[in-house]
């Protein structure tokens, strides 16, 4: 069993920055992936950017690279996503999430993740 609490989120204005944390607890094995997702009033669920939990085989989707960076630190069990020139179009709940299934490439597939947090809200003004 895995658990994973986001925090980080608020209220901030476009061209502000924000970090995002994600705390994991459970059985983690280093080639799962964890991911990070988001989603907005009325919208599907869309990847924004996922890690190998030992490092490496990062991934981003288009709307965000160059703004965001994903990161992990292992020894306090913490996926991070730093996010910078926020627009308000990024206004949306940020999941964390992880995929135990070890498969050899990031999956931009949110149903292909197994545990997910309970989110924290961005709200981005303009």
């Known amino acids: 069993q895995v658990q994973l609490v986001e925090s980080g989120g608020g209220l901030v204005q476009a061209g502000d920055s924000l970090m995002l944390s994600c705390a994991a607890s459970g059985r983690i094995f280093s080639r799962h992936i964890m991911g990070w997702f988001r989603q907005a009033p009325g919208k599907e669920r869309e990847f924004v950017a996922a890690?190998?939990?030992?490092?490496?085989?990062?991934s981003y989707a288009d709307s965000v690279k160059g703004r965001f960076t994903i990161s992990r630190d292992n020894a306090k069990n913490t996926v991070f996503l730093q996010m910078n020139s926020l627009e308000p179009e990024d206004t949306a709940v940020y999941y964390c999430a992880l995929d135990r299934s070890q498969r050899l490439v990031v999956s931009t597939v949110w149903s292909e993740y197994d545990y997910w947090g309970q989110g924290t809200q961005v709200t981005v003004s303009s």
């Open positions: 890690i190998l939990w030992s490092g490496g085989m990062i």
